[in-house]
């Protein structure tokens, strides 16, 4: 969250999908992904690095919209586990064709625990079995009430698999986030989370980082978890190489000393010296534990 109000910029809000198995959450990242490429994107590799963004056409200019790829379930339970709050945005996928099922109930509670609005896609309405009123009558129950029943929960109809009706759940997001409070000072230095890491053959120990607020620069130490880092390059999801992330950026950074743990903040320190201290420290002490545990 943003602790400086003497610059406060909008930032692009950041979405996860959840929602019960084979729904659809995948097939949905993916055709999202790929309206991006229907809007022109700039050439560029498409690299996974756990988090991608689309730009959106909204009234006379574009809103950008980070999406995590990342399981939505996983990604709320690393945040309850750690109190960091990543997402701004949880789009709950209902397949038509199946309805409100155990983990659909348990994603509603998730998001609904963080205060993170909720957008509902009812998912295959292309299937012969598509019973999208029958969804939201059963979402009822959760306090998810559709607008045509007198709530305020957007509810889009969609197909992820045919690509139907994607622009519609794309301009809501964007509808949500604007009434929503998403602030970030560009001028401090950056904080956020840690998305996804793993130890890269060539490039070593790689992470993607979500910076959620102040802009993350090449060069910068930072501590994130007990990992001490100083950024030696940066890349966007399209392959891109960056000198400079703001608020809201999903990059991949290398040059950490190790691998950082998913869901681990991550925090830039004006001191190289500072930084490595602290997560010198952070690791004895993560050790301490360790041991003490296994004598337990
Ligand atoms: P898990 O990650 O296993 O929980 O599943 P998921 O929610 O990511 O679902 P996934 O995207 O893997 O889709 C499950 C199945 O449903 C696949 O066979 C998809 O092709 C199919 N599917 C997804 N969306 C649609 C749709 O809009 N229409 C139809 N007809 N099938 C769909
Ligand atoms: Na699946
Ligand atoms: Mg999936």
């Given at each position: 969250?943003?602790?400086?109000?003497?610059?406060?910029?909008?930032?692009?809000?950041?979405?996860?999908v959840?929602?019960?198995?084979?729904?659809g959450?995948?097939?949905?990242?993916?055709?999202?992904?790929?309206?991006?490429?229907?809007?022109?994107?700039?050439?560029?590799?498409?690299?996974?690095?756990?988090?991608?963004?689309?730009?959106?056409?909204?009234?006379?200019?574009?809103?950008?919209?980070?999406?995590?790829?990342t399981?939505?379930?996983?990604?709320?339970?690393?945040m309850?586990?750690?109190?960091?709050?990543?997402?701004?945005?949880?789009?709950?996928?209902?397949?038509?064709?199946?309805?409100?099922?155990?983990?659909?109930?348990?994603?509603?509670?998730?998001a609904?625990?963080?205060?993170?609005?909720?957008?509902?896609?009812i998912?295959?309405?292309?299937?012969?079995?598509?019973?999208?009123?029958?969804?939201?009558?059963?979402?009822?129950?959760?306090?998810?009430?559709?607008?045509?029943?007198?709530?305020?929960?957007?509810?889009?109809?969609?197909?992820?698999?045919?690509?139907?009706?994607?622009?519609?759940?794309?301009?809501?997001?964007?509808?949500?986030?604007?009434?929503?409070?998403?602030?970030?000072?560009?001028?401090?230095?950056?904080?956020?989370?840690?998305?996804?890491?793993?130890?890269?053959?060539?490039?070593?120990?790689?992470?993607?980082?979500?910076?959620?607020?102040?802009?993350?620069?090449?060069?910068?130490?930072?501590?994130?978890?007990?990992?001490?880092?100083?950024?030696?390059?940066?890349?966007?999801?399209?392959?891109?190489?960056?000198?400079?992330a703001?608020?809201?950026?999903?990059?991949?950074?290398?040059?950490?000393?190790?691998?950082?743990?998913?869901?681990?903040?991550?925090?830039?320190?004006?001191?190289?010296?500072?930084?490595?201290?602290?997560?010198?420290?952070?690791?004895?002490?993560?050790r301490?534990?360790?041991?003490?545990?296994?004598?337990?």
């Amino acid at each position: 969250e943003a602790t400086d109000l003497d610059n406060l910029h909008h930032r692009p809000p950041v979405v996860t999908v959840m929602g019960h198995v084979d729904h659809g959450k995948t097939t949905l990242l993916d055709a999202i992904r790929k309206t991006r490429v229907a809007q022109g994107e700039a050439g560029g590799i498409t690299q996974h690095i756990g988090a991608y963004h689309v730009d959106v056409p909204h009234e006379d200019s574009t809103k950008r919209i980070v999406f995590l790829d990342t399981p939505g379930h996983e990604a709320f339970t690393a945040m309850r586990a750690r109190g960091a709050k990543v997402t701004d945005v949880a789009i709950l996928v209902v397949a038509a064709d199946d309805g409100v099922r155990p983990q659909t109930i348990e994603a509603i509670r998730h998001a609904q625990a963080a205060q993170v609005p909720i957008i509902v896609a009812i998912n295959k309405i292309d299937k012969d079995g598509a019973q999208p009123d029958r969804v939201k009558t059963e979402l009822m129950t959760y306090a998810l009430v559709a607008e045509e029943y007198g709530g305020d929960t957007i509810m889009v109809p969609v197909s992820a698999l045919k690509g139907h009706n994607l622009e519609t759940l794309l301009e809501m997001i964007v509808l949500v986030s604007e009434v929503t409070d998403l602030y970030a000072n560009p001028d401090r230095p950056a904080k956020g989370t840690v998305i996804e890491a793993h130890l890269d053959r060539a490039r070593g120990p790689v992470a993607t980082l979500l910076v959620q607020n102040g802009t993350l620069r090449v060069g910068d130490p930072l501590v994130a978890g007990a990992v001490f880092a100083k950024v030696r390059a940066m890349v966007n999801d399209q392959g891109q190489r960056l000198e400079a992330a703001p608020p809201s950026s999903a990059v991949e950074v290398w040059g950490l000393t190790e691998v950082p743990t998913a869901g681990d903040e991550f925090e830039v320190y004006g001191e190289e010296k500072q930084a490595r201290a602290l997560a010198q420290e952070r690791a004895q002490l993560e050790r301490t534990r360790q041991l003490t545990n296994r004598q337990i």
